[in-house]
Each structure stands twice: as structure tokens, then as C-alpha cells.
T-cell receptor
Framework: AQRVTQPEKLLSVFKGAPVELKCNYSYSGSPELFWYVQYSRQRLQLLLRHISRESIKGFTADLNKGETSFHLKKPFAQEEDSAMYYCALSGLTGGGNKLTFGTGTQLKVEL | NAGVTQTPKFRVLKTGQSMTLLCAQDMNHEYMYWYRQDPGMGLRLIHYSVGEGTTAKGEVPDGYNVSRLKKQNFLLGLESAAPSQTSVYFC????????????FGPGTRLTVL
């Protein structure tokens, strides 16, 4: 079984402060991990995926297989980063790639 | 390209009524998905399809049925709506060619009274 855990429902930081959104996963195979973001009243969109090893909007995430974590980080939070963030894992169960989502973390950046 | 679209955007039903949610994508994607989003529970997969004419159950399929008669459309049906089905429903599609990025629709907000 695959599982994604996001321990924080809400994370509140001040503008300019560092941000770390935690994500831990459980999966027996080799996982593919993603971060999706949902801005207020908008659809979910892909923020980044671990295999791309890229930085999007200043966010990065490193897959740590030893700690089974894929935390999302940004050194300096901006007001426009306020959104709901979902960590997701892709597995090859059942013949079709499915995404298992965490429960999400609401990031609030205060001025 | 419109991407992934969903119809309707909002709907209010009475307990026991039925309805169908339509998802359409114009990206020629093979894989399509239906999720529900509830506070504190994230997104949970209801049903999915790996190609035209195929469907499969997800994590929370009870009370829902789906059909994929055409590649571009994925319908989600509620035969007898219950208040527990009050949720925001998202459709998503994926190319199925090794790229795992799912593209989401704007969502349908359903309230069952």
C-alpha cells in the first residue's frame, strides 16, 4: 500500500521567512513524488516533481529515500505563495499510474 | 486548448436524486481520473480509466459509477445522492506515455441536502 503523510494542516510564516512543508511517504517500490499546488479558487497544478530536480517559483524538494521524505522548501516566502500544497506519490498499482495524495498543508504567508 | 473542463461548476441536489458530472479533455490523453476533495482528507480517487471503454475503482468508489465511452469524456454518475457525497469533485487526465503529470479540471462543487 502507498501512503503520503503531511503532518501540518496549516503553516503560517511571515513574508521573507523560510518555508518547509513536510511530506513523508510509504511505498514498497521506487516512488515518484510530486508537489501540487492549489491557489484560492483555482484548479490544482503541478508545482514540481522529484525526477526533474528543478526549482519552480523558488521552491525545491529533495527526495530522501532513507527518511522516506520529500519536503518542500523555499528560502524566502512571498505573499503569493499562500495556497494549499499537496504532496503526491505515483505508484504502478493496478495497471494504471495513480496518484496518492496527502491531506494537504495550507500555507499562509503573512505580511 | 481548453485542457480539462468540467460541467457543471456547481450543483445542489436533494437526497436520493441522481446526476452526472461530465469531464472533457482535448489533449488526447489516455488516462482520466475522478477525485473528491474534502477538508482534512485531501484528494481521494473515486474511479479512473486507462483508456476508452475501460474503468476501474479507486479508493472510494461506493455510490458512484463511471463511463468512458469516448476517449475525451469521462462521466461520473451518482445514482442516489447522499449528504456524505457533498464535496468538490475534480477530474484529471494524463497522457499515459510515461509522463506522470496529471492535469486537473476546475472542479465541481456539489451539495446534497
Amino acid at each position: 500500500a502507498q501512503r503520503v503523510t503531511q503532518p501540518e494542516k496549516l503553516l503560517s510564516v511571515f513574508k521573507g521567512a523560510p518555508v518547509e512543508l513536510k511530506c513523508n511517504y510509504s511505498y514498497s517500490g521506487s516512488p515518484e513524488l510530486f508537489w501540487y499546488v492549489q491557489y484560492s479558487r483555482q484548479r490544482l497544478q503541478l508545482l514540481l516533481r522529484h525526477i526533474s530536480r528543478e526549482s519552480i517559483k523558488g521552491f525545491t524538494a529533495d527526495l530522501n529515500k532513507g527518511e522516506t521524505s520529500f519536503h518542500l522548501k523555499k528560502p524566502f516566502a512571498q505573499e503569493e505563495d499562500s495556497a494549499m500544497y499537496y504532496c503526491a506519490l505515483s505508484g504502478l498499482t493496478g495497471g494504471g499510474n495513480k496518484l496518492t495524495f496527502g491531506t494537504g498543508t495550507q500555507l499562509k504567508v503573512e505580511l | 486548448n481548453a485542457g480539462v473542463t468540467q460541467t457543471p461548476k456547481f450543483r445542489v441536489l436533494k437526497t436520493g436524486q441522481s446526476m452526472t458530472l461530465l469531464c472533457a479533455q482535448d489533449m488526447n490523453h489516455e488516462y482520466m481520473y475522478w477525485y473528491r476533495q474534502d477538508p482534512g482528507m485531501g484528494l481521494r480517487l473515486i474511479h479512473y480509466s486507462v483508456g476508452e471503454g475501460t474503468t476501474a475503482k479507486g479508493e472510494v468508489p461506493d455510490g458512484y459509477n463511471v463511463s468512458r465511452l469516448k476517449k475525451q469524456n469521462f462521466l461520473l454518475g451518482l445514482e442516489s445522492a447522499a449528504p456524505s457525497q457533498t464535496s468538490v469533485y475534480f477530474c484529471a487526465s494524463r497522457s499515459g506515455q510515461g509522463a506522470d503529470t496529471q492535469y486537473f479540471g476546475p472542479g465541481t462543487r456539489l451539495t446534497v441536502l
